[in-house]
Every structure is written in structure tokens, then in C-alpha cells.
């Protein structure tokens, strides 16, 4: 296991949960609503105690455990959305407006990479994979072009799978300590996803890269094989 060259390290700025609420206007179980704490909460390997995902099998589970969005990217989707006529009633006046269990400033997805190993409060986490904004962000936004948004800017957020078990609570450091695919920042993992989207030589890259998810890594193959991208609209729009 490499060691990064320069070590990065953020304090964390909030760290929230939530409970499985109805949601939408279907009312569909979902945890994306999440509130600030203070407690010292602990992290284990689905998630942070107290928090709830209405729907596991896309939005939960060890390579889902926790979900990282950078507060560096709210201004920017403030004046997006005052120049879409969408201001979102005052969601992104604070940290959890994309269902984010971690909040912080001076880490994005062009900072992270691939199995970029941190430590967290006491627990130690790795990046797994970077998220797919779903449909659920068009009603959480009152912006019926959210979901598409976020996937084109490419400022989607990221996810942990835990190693080792610990706690966190709010002003505890993230620190990188390990980083094995230097490589494989989110920002080019995201523009080979929904932007150079038939790049063959990167994708088999992609789909051998050992500390990625196995369902990104599964999507990889699958266009190798299909030699066309998959469908993606009823993700981002419910449909």
C-alpha cells in the first residue's frame, strides 16, 4: 500500500443522520432528509449508528456505508438554481441538502481518488465508488432537472466502505493516510462515466480497478461487451 505523496487533511465540518421518512409524492421510504448532530456517533460497516436508508439495495449497504458531499460545491448550485427559477426554499442554506452523512471544505472529487484510505475520527474508511444522483434530488430540490445536473457537473459526492469500526463527531479530522490508485480521481472516474462514456482502453482500467465497487466495475464490462452506454433516464427521473 502506497503512502500519498501529500497528505490530505480536513476537519469535519457537520456530521448528520436521518430517520426512513416518507418521501415524495409517492411517499416512498427514504432516509435523504438527514439533520446535524453533535453526539459522538459511531461508524460501522453499513453506516453511522442512527442513520436510515428507506431503500438498501441502492442507497445503503458496506459500499454505501457512509456518503461524503463537499460544502466547497453550495454556492455553485445556489446560483444554478436561482437561474433555473428554483431557489430550493433554503435546502442548501446548510450542510445535508444531497442526503450527506459528512460535510467539509477543501476536499472534492478532484482531491479524492479511488481507495484513498482515511482516517476518521477513530474508524478508517476507504472510497468506494462516487454516487449516482438519483430522481429522489429533483423533489428534494423542487428542480425537476436536479438529478441531471448533478450527474453532469460531476460534483456528485462519493462514498466509504468502512475498514475498521470507530467513532466521529463533528471537528474530528479526515486525514488520508493510503492512497493506491493516484490515478483514478473521482473527477476522471465521473467524466468516464458521463462523459467520455466509450473511452474502451479506460474502461477496461475501470474495470480492474481492485478498490472500486463491483457494481462500478460490473457497469464496465458491460459496455466493453455492449459497446454502448446503458440507460439511465429512469434513474434520474423516476420514470
Partial sequence: MSQPSS????PVA???TGAVRPFGPKGVPSGIAKATTRARLRVTATGLEGDGQGDPRHHGGPEKAL???AFDHYPAWRLALREQGAPADGVLDSPGAFGENLSTTGLTEADVCIGDQFRL????VEVSQARQPCWKL???????????AVQQSLRTGWYYRVLETGDVAVGDMLELVARPCPGWSLHRLLQLLYVDRLDYAALEAM???AP????WRKLARQRLERREVEAMERRLSGE
Fill in 14 to 16: 457537520a456530521v448528520l
Fill in 7 to 10: 497528505m490530505l487533511r480536513v
Fill in 212 to 215: 472500486l465497487a463491483e457494481n
Fill in 121 to 124: 475520527g477513530t474508524a478508517l
Fill in 138 to 148: 429533483n423533489h428534494r430540490f423542487g428542480y425537476a432537472g436536479m438529478s441531471r
Fill in 207 to 209: 474495470a480492474a480497478l
Fill in 67 to 69: 456518503h461524503h458531499y
